[in-house]
């Protein structure tokens, strides 16, 4: 009887360590941009000693922005950026890094795998500033700090941030 309960409360610790944390958790970045909530939803992957831009993330190459499952843009309201108008709705946000910078892919597809990416499915291309981090970031994490009418959005992993001015329409 005492090696079954043993066995057991074996079996109970291990399914409780298979449910942990997972390693790339999910996240939320939220604002209120002129009386409009905006809302993205993504994973957050962590440095772990790994080369990020260029390595991890090849330059050239579109990445999923996060981790997992797709990273999903909600706005309420109608967004301006780049001279270019995001209707409101739901979508996909990838990103396309180069050594110089990066653009923002805003994408109709929602819903997938982050991983998937249909770039038929483009609604648009927003150029990012890069800049470098004040001090290296080791989870991905991703910003939007509303100021009046207007938003920055900032991606920052390891050294490097990058900037999209958006606002509300």
């Known amino acids: ?27 939320t970045a939220r604002a209120t941009i002129a009386g409009a909530s905006v809302m993205v939803d993504y994973g957050r992957p962590s440095m772990k000693g790994r ?10 190459q579109v990445w999923r922005l996060g981790a997992n499952a797709a990273t999903t ?26 050594e110089q910078g990066a653009e923002l892919i ?7 795998w982050g991983t998937v990416y249909d770039a038929k499915q483009d609604l ?14 080791e989870k ?9 009418n207007g938003a920055t959005m900032s991606f920052a992993w390891d050294k490097t941030e990058y900037h999209l001015a958006v606002t509300a329409k």
């Open 1 to 27: 009887m005492f090696r079954r309960l043993a066995a057991l409360s074996l079996l109970s610790v291990s399914v409780l360590a298979a449910q942990a944390a997972p390693a790339s958790p999910r996240d």
């Open 51 to 60: 080369a990020i831009w260029g390595g991890l993330v090849p330059y050239g």
């Open 73 to 98: 843009l909600v706005t309420e309201k109608a967004l301006v950026a780049d001279s270019t108008t995001i209707p409101a709705g739901k979508y996909t946000l990838y990103l396309l890094p180069t």
């Open 106 to 112: 805003v994408n109709k597809q929602t819903g997938q």
């Open 124 to 137: 648009a291309r927003l150029k990012l500033t890069k800049s470098a981090a004040a001090a290296p970031v």
């Open 140 to 148: 991905f994490a991703i910003t939007i700090a509303a100021k009046g």
